[in-house]
């Protein structure tokens, strides 16, 4: 028993050092600069996200989604989801973003997404049960020409553009 004991003592002193040999590395890595890593590459980064932003902005402004979605023979349902699954995988696709670009305006961004789901889903839900996709285009189309909030994404795009300009 005193042997087992000894054995085990002496692997969990090898792991404890073991361990703090890898956290010593890993600190020693995250601090780790490459040479020429400076303020302009920093802020390279942050004017890329902010284009990337302006970029999904444009995607998922509802004219433009429709123009790019709409597909003949679908029922509305099948293109509201449709819809909603394209702004969320825009959106997914570019979350990252948000660690180069200001709080608000990554809560503008996600703001917009919120409101074209909103939108989408509130217009859906006032048309029959079986209207197609043209009719659900169509509303949502009056709505974005008629209502601010419809074109909420031409403030968010502004936004991003006023951000990005003081960086240059």
């Given at each position: 028993m005193d042997s087992t004991i000894i054995i085990l003592l002496a692997i969990i002193l090898v792991l404890a050092v073991s361990l703090v040999f890898f956290y010593l590395k890993l600190r020693k890595l995250a601090s780790f600069r490459p040479v020429g890593a400076t303020y302009n590459e920093t802020r390279n980064l942050q004017l890329q996200a902010y284009e990337r932003l302006t970029l999904l902005t444009d995607r998922v402004a509802l004219p433009n989604l429709l123009s790019r979605i709409n597909r003949e023979g679908l029922s509305a349902k099948e293109l509201q989801l449709l819809?909603?699954?394209?702004?969320?995988?825009e959106f997914d696709y570019n979350i990252t973003q948000q660690v180069y670009v200001s709080a608000d305006a990554w809560s503008?961004?996600?703001n917009l997404k919120e409101q074209n789901l909103l939108i989408i889903n509130q217009v859906a839900s006032m048309l029959p049960d079986n209207a197609n996709a043209y009719e659900l285009s169509k509303v949502l189309l009056e709505y974005a020409m008629k209502d601010e909030k419809g074109n909420m994404h031409?403030?968010?795009?502004e936004?991003?553009?006023y951000e990005a300009k003081k960086l240059l």
């Open positions: 819809l909603l699954q394209t702004i969320r995988q503008a961004v996600k031409t403030l968010v795009s936004a991003l553009s």
